[in-house]
């Protein structure tokens, strides 16, 4: 059987080892036939989001964050550039009301649905922790940095912890160049893959 070049992008080897999408997305991502380059995107965001999750999780386990919701977030954020592919190379934002209501259409709870729609949102203050974590994670995946994101974020960290503003945000930058690390990678990795 021959593997498409959706299939590559989601399944091959990749240096740093990107995890998998969930199944249940890697099958939508098939069925509206996405662009390659939007799966290996997504699949780059998906994992960065993981192990941002796991580093804010060892660092904070105060901080009540739902990593089901983060990791479905950050696997489907950007799922309207299949209908606004031209977002795939170039600048818009049609993909995120647009990808709010395909998921919907297709099944997904309104409440899942909404990291497609809000992952571009620069009202920080208005966001859960789990759209903080997902719009952090499709900056860092590339090694962009985002100091009012970085800060709210950093808030939210300090009210679980009680650590002081500093010490929260030092740990949380530690983590974030960490994960910034690999981007050159990533970008790569998602270039390989045609729109």
């Known amino acids: 059987m021959r ?111 909404r990291f497609a729609r809000d992952h571009g949102s620069v009202a920080y203050d208005g966001l859960s922790i789990e759209d903080l974590l997902v719009v952090l994670a499709d900056k860092v995946w590339k090694g962009k940095r985002v100091p009012g994101l970085e800060d709210e974020v950093t808030a939210r960290w300090c009210a679980a912890s009680g650590e002081q503003p500093w010490e929260a945000f030092l740990r949380l930058d530690d983590l974030l160049e960490r994960l910034a690390r690999d981007a050159d990678a990533r970008l790569a990795f998602q270039a390989r893959h045609p729109l």
């Open 3 to 113: 593997i498409t070049p959706l299939q590559r992008a989601l399944t091959e080897a990749t240096d740093p080892d990107l995890r998998a999408l969930p199944e249940s997305v890697a099958v939508l991502l098939a069925e509206l036939d996405a662009p390659p380059r939007l799966g290996a995107h997504l699949r780059a965001v998906h994992d960065v989001a993981a192990r941002l999750l796991a580093g804010v999780g060892e660092a904070c386990p105060g901080l009540a964050v739902s990593a089901d919701e983060v990791l479905f977030g950050a696997a489907t954020h950007d799922i309207g550039k299949v209908v606004h592919p031209s977002e795939l190379s170039g600048p818009g934002s049609a993909h995120e009301p647009a990808g709010c209501e395909l998921l919907i259409a297709r099944g997904v709870a309104p409440r899942l649905a």
